[in-house]
């Protein structure tokens, strides 16, 4: 059985792009995240873990969303997060994916896209516009006078994507988005997501569906008890039934 590195040993950035330190949250008086530490580049980096692990909170407290009430250091691009307004932070360069979707039922997909793209951050490149979600999205431009509830789970979640990149990310944060799809439907975001990774956007991915999140990142961040616990890649992980019995609790990936 291979060991998983612990987190400590996590490999120096060339270019860092999120690096957090100490980072404690709390509802209430209630500790969800305890000490986390990690750092990335413009590489995709994936966090796994059960339920009830903290991985939504560390999700919030990224993007400012309260509560949780958060102590420590966030930086993004070498600027400190803890205690920004979320939408300063959105304006920052970080697109977010939430669980759930969180979708309005009584806004057209074209009203999400026209909503999420207003105050958007500046292009480093070519800007995401509601044209380029469309070519990306085939479905939805088919879909576009639709509202929210009455578009499938999978046209959901293609548009909780889309409204992230209208805001022309750098980085895109998305919490659990293979929860609750079809597996054809899970292997198309995959693609998507492998797609927008070459096209330089960094991507958080926060995953209990395994395949999904070894797929997509090579560096694997493993999150018991509100704290990264162990750093592995997706190779040792997928390869490792013991580990992933032992830190998931799950039953091993099919080969």
């Known amino acids: 059985m291979s060991e998983a590195a612990p987190a400590s040993s996590a490999p120096a950035e060339t270019t860092v792009l999120l690096e957090i330190e100490g980072l404690d949250a709390f ?8 000490d986390v530490n990690f750092r990335m580049g413009h590489g995709s980096v994936a966090i796994v873990g059960r339920n009830g ?8 407290a990224i993007m400012g969303i309260t509560p949780p009430t958060a102590t420590g250091s966030i930086r993004f691009a070498g600027e400190e997060l803890v205690g920004g307004h979320s939408y ?8 977010y994916v939430p669980q759930g979707r969180r979708l309005f039922p009584s806004l057209s997909v074209d009203e999400h896209l026209k909503i999420a793209s207003r105050g958007a951050a500046e292009a480093d490149g070519e800007a995401w516009t509601r044209g380029r979600v469309y070519e990306l ?3 939805l431009a088919e879909r576009k006078r639709n509202g929210g509830a009455q578009l499938s789970g999978g046209e959901q979640q293609m548009l909780a ?4 990149l209208v805001t022309n990310p750098r980085l895109l944060v998305m919490d659990e988005p293979s ?17 927008l990774e070459r096209d ?14 070894t797929a997509l990142a090579e560096r694997q961040l493993i999150m018991v008890a509100g704290t990264i616990a162990a750093e592995t890649t997706a190779n040792a992980l997928s390869s490792d039934p013991e580990l992933q019995r032992r830190y998931l609790g799950v039953e091993p990936l099919a080969h």
């Open 161 to 164: 994507i889309g409204r992230a």
């Open 179 to 195: 929860e609750g799809l079809a597996p054809a439907i899970i292997e198309n975001m995959v693609e998507t997501f492998q797609q």
């Open 27 to 34: 509802y209430g008086k209630a500790q969800v995240l305890d």
């Open 88 to 95: 300063r932070i959105a304006r920052r360069g970080i697109g």
């Open 200 to 213: 330089g956007l960094a991507i958080l991915l926060i995953e209990q569906n395994l395949g999904v999140a």
């Open 137 to 139: 999205f085939p479905r």
């Open 53 to 60: 692990m903290g991985k939504t909170t560390l999700c919030n």
